[in-house]
């Protein structure tokens, strides 16, 4: 039997190349329901599958803002069961938080957030009914440090990181293994699908000289790490199939290595120790 695969956030990225990848499987291992929001842009992920078989791959509409389409998505899946939850939607923002309005930092919190909850929310009584499954999440070392000018999108993904570990522990119970894949930087639509204040918006108006320079060299810290250490999805979607693979999949996985030093600053040293690192790291002139 294929292992029945549902995966959020498919139009682009991280989400459309690991539907591709397991969809392709040259074993056909698996049966991959790619979901997006908007069914519109479900070309690409077309285009992607050109030449390889089709029969793995449905594509479903799914908004995990939204509760009734979380729920249809379910109801259409024709093998009713799910061996493997993909939770990966998610969206970035980014600027200084005195600009952010309520319902920018809300979005980011019901997508990222609540979305997740209510995706896993929606699948869990079957997956406890089976004794059987894995949900993986697509985590961010966001979640696990901070980073400034990114405040409610790293609250989110360190909330994340709560509801996962909470979970994993009752989860164990039931032979469902729950895994974070944890992303550095990695080259998809994410830095142009975020909401992120322009150096121009005039929203900045009312934002300080200092802040206003910190977050351009923010900018340009962003842009180069973006250039120089960002991973191919390709990267991300091999440490998923290591995990889906496995047959005791750890609880973490890191997509690499680089950001370890910074990340174990975080875990091993008094808060402070990171926090100035980071702070030379990201705006290194000014700190120094
Ligand atoms: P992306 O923008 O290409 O993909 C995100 C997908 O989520 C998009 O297809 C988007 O349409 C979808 N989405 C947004 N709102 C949705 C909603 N309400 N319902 C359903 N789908 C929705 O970027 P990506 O990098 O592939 O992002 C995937 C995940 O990886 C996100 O959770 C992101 O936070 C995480 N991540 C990305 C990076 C990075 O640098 N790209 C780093 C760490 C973590």
Do not use: W
């Not at 032979?175 to 150096?199: A, M, R, W, Y």
Request: aromatic share 6%.
């Amino acid at each position: 039997d294929k292992r029945v695969v549902l995966i959020t956030g498919c139009s682009s990225g991280i989400g459309l190349s690991l539907a591709v990848r397991l969809a392709s499987d040259p074993d056909k291992t698996f049966k991959v329901y790619a979901t997006m929001r908007n069914l519109s842009k479900k070309e690409r992920l077309l285009e992607s599958m050109k030449g390889l078989h089709r029969d793995t791959l449905d594509i479903l509409q799914m908004d995990v803002t939204d509760r009734q389409s979380i729920l249809d998505a379910r109801d259409r899946i024709v093998e009713k069961r799910i061996n493997i939850l993909v939770c990966n939607a998610g969206v970035g923002l980014m600027g200084p938080l005195e600009v952010q309005s309520l319902n920018s930092m809300r979005h980011i919190l019901e997508v990222n957030l609540l979305g997740t909850i209510q995706t896993i929310q929606a699948f869990l009584p079957k997956m406890k009914a089976q004794s059987q499954g894995r949900i993986l999440v697509t985590g961010s070392t966001g979640g696990l440090h901070g980073l400034p000018f990114n405040e409610v999108y790293c609250a989110s993904k360190f909330a994340i990181e709560g509801a996962c570990e909470s979970l994993a522990i009752l989860l164990q119970h039931f032979n469902i293994h729950v895994s974070l894949i944890e992303c550095g930087p990695v080259n998809t639509d994410f830095l142009v699908n975020l909401q992120k204040t322009e150096l121009g918006d005039t929203s900045l108006q009312q934002v300080d000289t200092q802040t206003l320079r910190l977050y351009e060299k923010y900018l340009q810290h962003c842009r180069s790490v973006f250039q120089n250490a960002a991973q191919d999805t390709e990267d991300i979607v091999k440490v998923f199939l290591d995990a889906i693979q496995s047959p005791s999949p750890a609880f973490r996985y890191f997509t690499s290595t680089t950001g370890a030093p910074v990340t174990q600053l975080k875990v091993t040293e008094p808060d402070e120790s990171y926090i100035s690192a980071m702070s030379k790291i990201i705006f290194s002139t000014e700190e120094q």
